[in-house]
């Protein structure tokens, strides 16, 4: 059995990989990944308008992702939100994200995080997109809204999950899955651990949210793609199945999730 992936959460932005993402999307295709969900989010719409451009550049193994993150909540002003609002609504966009709550850094006020979570779930319901959700120490306000918000109507993914069991009975009830990133090969990340055991088959997803949260063994070097295998690994071995099942499994769970089809097997060179 051939090892096929999607790695649903990267940022392969300019600014992390200065010299773009050719050989970075070409060491992750050697190791078995087939299909890129690139992420842009940043300060401005430079990093969402590059996602699109990549998205447009390799059509058939890179889909792109637009939002503004929660650290970035007070740049969304009405102009940013209309230029955004036609970069999501590209067929090559398969989500708005990644959006959310991170009480963590509290880079943005909470309740310009908050008014902005609302107004990108509207985005992304008027367009029937499901969205990507970041989430940071705000696990039941970010339940809350998705709730409030009618996100259940387009569902999508908790990216990155590293909240714990109850958290995930929440999500998985709102239409959200799963995305295990590096998170998951730490050896203290019990609650991960037991919900990335316990989580139903066809509600899971794997990521690298390159360039940050190398997995073990690869701690403390730059994230990139090709280090989503380690993470497909470790919750294999939590599943207690092959790694090539684990893999075959998430990539079609990103197929039905993105509603687009990614390589049957990564392409060569
Ligand atoms: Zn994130
Ligand atoms: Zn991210």
Not at 211 to 223: F, M, N
Request: some cysteine; overall charge negative.
């Amino acid at each position: 059995m051939v090892l096929r992936l999607v790695d649903t959460h990267c940022h392969l932005d300019p600014a992390y990989f200065p010299g773009g993402p050719a050989e970075v999307v070409a060491r992750a295709e050697a190791v078995g990944v087939a299909g890129f969900v690139v992420i842009g989010v940043g300060r401005d719409l430079g990093p969402a308008r590059a996602a699109v451009e990549l998205a447009s550049a390799w059509p058939s193994k890179v889909a792109a992702v637009v939002g503004v993150h929660p650290h970035d909540a007070t740049t969304l002003t009405d102009a940013c939100l209309d230029e955004l609002s036609a970069l999501a609504a590209d067929p090559r966009v398969v989500a708005v994200g990644e959006i959310g709550l991170d009480y963590h850094y509290d880079h943005s006020p909470r309740q310009a995080q908050r008014e902005v979570f609302a107004r990108l779930i509207g985005l992304a319901r008027r367009l029937g997109k499901p969205v990507v959700v970041h989430t940071r120490e705000a696990g039941a306000d970010t339940l809350a809204l998705l709730a409030s918000e009618g996100a259940r109507d387009v569902g999508g993914i908790i990216h990155c999950f590293s909240e714990d069991l109850a958290f995930a009975r929440g999500a998985l009830e709102l239409g959200f899955d799963l995305s295990f990133s590096g998170i998951v090969t730490f050896k203290t990340a019990r609650a991960v651990h037991e919900v990335a055991a316990w989580a139903p088959d066809d509600r899971i997803l794997v990521e690298t949210d390159s360039p940050y949260l190398a997995p073990v063994p690869l701690r403390g070097k730059p994230c990139e793609p090709a280090y989503v295998v380690h993470t497909a690994k470790r919750l294999a071995e939590l599943r207690g199945v092959s790694l090539e099942a684990l893999a075959e499994t998430t990539s079609v769970n990103a197929e039905r999730r993105f509603r687009r089809p990614f390589p049957a097997a990564p392409s060569r060179g």
